[in-house]
């Protein structure tokens, strides 16, 4: 059924588009050039991050961490494999990115751990790189309760992917 | 800047790591081998990056956006009630939602900071502010393109099969997230 969303949304759109008289392949055409754009900006930052990640891969470092943070992980339900991934997460979504594709690559991308690693990079965001450029733009000084509450959110994301992936697989 | 300090610490974690198991020989091919799969990451995701770009600028043309912060309003006017009064604030908002929900987190953030400015009162954050950015961090989104094209670029023969598991989470933590800030409100100072 899952397997319709896509072509089915990706068919409406057209459609309506198509339905109000607008260019729906030109409008799409400029979508997708802005899209390598994106893609321009974030190669670079992929090449840097991978290669930290790729070092501290090889020289263990990544398992020393989720070996550390297997108690407080396992607690939860939460892979601690993945522990890197949680960790990186809030601060940096090109790392993330990064960190997350290697272990879907590690551990084969319809994995468990390949699976949880997906569901938290989507279902999650770059907490404390919103939260300053929101209050950096807005002129807040006194952020309050912001990052307790962004962050309580988070883990709620984290612990919820590692829940539904194994319910739902 | 936090990235200049993180990228440091990763490459100090590792040398230090490698010389405490003995790994170190490994560590400038492996940091080669990083640098090159960050081009083969990135082109791999080059197709699904450009089609959800171009998906979801047409789904913005052709209201999609307008159709769907209508159908937000009622939980607008619950989570942020000053927006009753204010119908520029409200459509601020509701386009921020509904920009981010499509994945189009380039045009969510302007429209989110310009609601932002709105709801600042002498420097610190009032409780709707605390919710908009709460609400933003939590990323409700209904087609996560970058993951799914990380998946299909791995060879993954359904790469978009782990989307229930996405909105069930990104909605949990989102109406958790707020429900926390909006308890937090109650007995933070102002």
């Known amino acids: ?169 | 800047m936090v990235l200049s300090w993180i990228w440091t610490l990763m490459v100090l974690l590792s040398i230090l790591c490698a010389l405490f198991q003995g790994t170190g020989g490994a560590l400038a091919g492996a940091a080669m081998q990083g640098a090159q799969a960050g081009v083969t990451l990135a082109i791999s995701m080059a197709g699904s990056i450009c089609l959800w770009s171009g998906a979801g600028k047409l789904m913005e043309r052709v209201g999609i956006t307008a159709m769907l912060s209508r159908l937000l309003r009622p939980l607008l006017h619950r989570v942020f009630p000053s927006t009753k009064k204010d119908p520029i604030l409200a459509g601020n908002l509701s386009a921020n939602i509904c920009a981010n929900f499509l994945g189009l987190g380039n045009a969510a953030t302007p429209m989110g900071i310009r609601a932002a400015k709105g709801m600042n009162k002498d420097g610190a954050a009032t409780n709707e502010l605390c919710r908009l950015i709460v609400l933003n961090t939590a990323s409700i989104q209904l087609i996560p393109a970058n993951v799914a094209a990380v998946r299909g670029s791995l060879g993954c023969a359904a790469p978009f099969d782990i989307l229930p598991a996405v909105w069930i989470t990104s909605l949990l933590s989102a109406g958790l997230g707020v429900a926390a800030a909006w308890l937090l409100g109650k007995v933070w100072p102002k």
């Open chain 1, 1 to 169: 059924m899952s397997g319709y969303i896509v072509p089915l949304l990706l068919f409406f759109t057209a459609a309506i588009a198509l339905g109000k008289q607008e260019n729906a392949y030109g409008i799409m055409l400029q979508g997708a050039s802005e899209g390598l754009s994106l893609l321009g900006s974030i190669l670079p930052s992929l090449v840097l991050l991978l290669t930290a990640v790729y070092m501290l891969r090889a020289s263990g470092a990544m398992e020393l961490m989720s070996l550390a943070l297997s108690p407080v992980f396992s607690l939860f339900g939460i892979p601690p494999e993945t522990a890197p991934l949680v960790l990186i997460r809030p601060i940096s979504g090109s790392a993330a990115l990064a960190v997350g594709a290697e272990l879907m690559k590690e551990y084969g991308v319809d994995s468990s751990i390949g699976r949880t690693a997906a569901v938290m990079l989507g279902s999650t965001e770059t907490t404390f790189y919103t939260i300053s450029v929101y209050f950096g733009a807005a002129g807040v000084k006194s952020t309050r309760y912001t990052i307790p509450a962004a962050l309580f959110a988070d883990f709620v994301g984290f612990f919820m992917a590692s829940l539904t992936v194994r319910f739902l697989f």
